[in-house]
C-alpha cells in the first residue's frame, strides 16, 4: 500500500495555470503506474491522466488533452500535473491514485491507493 498526498489546488481565473503535486510514501513508488481522477459536484469520479511506472507512457482523457501534462520524478517518490489554459468546466476535486502495475488503467477501479484530493475552483 501506498499513502498518496495531493496539493497545489486553488482558486484561479479562466485561462490560468495551475500545478498539482501528489506525493507518495510507504512502497517503492518507482513500482507503481499514476493517475490523477477529478470528481465535480454531482457527478461521476472521471479519469483525467495516467502515467506509466518509469514515465515513458502519458495518457490523457480528452477534455485535457493538450492542456494538461502529467510526469513524475520517481526520485522524490512524486507525481505532477501542469494544468494550463484552464476552464471553468474544470473545476473539481483532483484526487491521485497508484497502481502496483506496469501497465496504466484509465477506470476507477484500476487503481488501489488514492488521496484525499485537492480542491481546483477556475472562475469565470
Known amino acids: 500500500q501506498v499513502q498518496l498526498v495531493e496539493s497545489g489546488g486553488g482558486l484561479v481565473q479562466a485561462g490560468g495555470s495551475l500545478r498539482l503535486s501528489c506525493a507518495a510514501s510507504?512502497?517503492?513508488?518507482?513500482?507503481?503506474?499514476m493517475a490523477w481522477f477529478r470528481q465535480a459536484p454531482e457527478k461521476e469520479r472521471e479519469f483525467v491522466a495516467a502515467?506509466?511506472?518509469?514515465?515513458?507512457?502519458?495518457y490523457y482523457a480528452d477534455s485535457v488533452k493538450g492542456r494538461f501534462t502529467i510526469s513524475r520524478d520517481n526520485a522524490k517518490s512524486t507525481v505532477y500535473l501542469q494544468m494550463n489554459s484552464l476552464k471553468p468546466e474544470d473545476t473539481a476535486v483532483y484526487y491521485c491514485?497508484?497502481?502496483?502495475?506496469?501497465?496504466?488503467?484509465?477506470?476507477?477501479?484500476?487503481?488501489?491507493?488514492w488521496g484525499r484530493g485537492t480542491q481546483v475552483t477556475v472562475s469565470s
Open positions: 502515467i506509466s511506472r518509469i514515465g515513458g507512457g502519458q
Open positions: 510507504g512502497r517503492t513508488f518507482g513500482g507503481y503506474a
Open positions: 491514485a497508484a497502481r502496483p502495475s506496469l501497465w496504466v488503467g484509465m477506470a476507477r477501479d484500476d487503481y488501489d491507493d
